[in-house]
């Protein structure tokens, strides 16, 4: 199985656990229980939690996307 390296682009849009909360302005608890279930896109890199950017905001979108076809 090869393992492809992040680009530089992807490298620079890395969130921690307190930047992801203040991005989705949630308490980091929230982040970790999300984290522990599944929930949100996470990727643990030499012990510590890490978020893409990009991939969060795409989970955002999916989830809008299906809030909006559960409330039609």
Known sequence: M???????????SLMTIDEVAGY?????RTVYDWVKKGKIPAMKTVGLWRFR???????????????????A
């Open 2 to 12: 090869e393992t492809q390296k992040p680009n530089i682009e992807q490298v620079g």
């Open 24 to 28: 989705l302005r949630v308490k980091k």
């Open 53 to 71: 950017r990009d991939r969060i905001d795409q989970w955002l979108e999916s989830d809008a996307a299906a809030d909006a076809t559960v409330d």
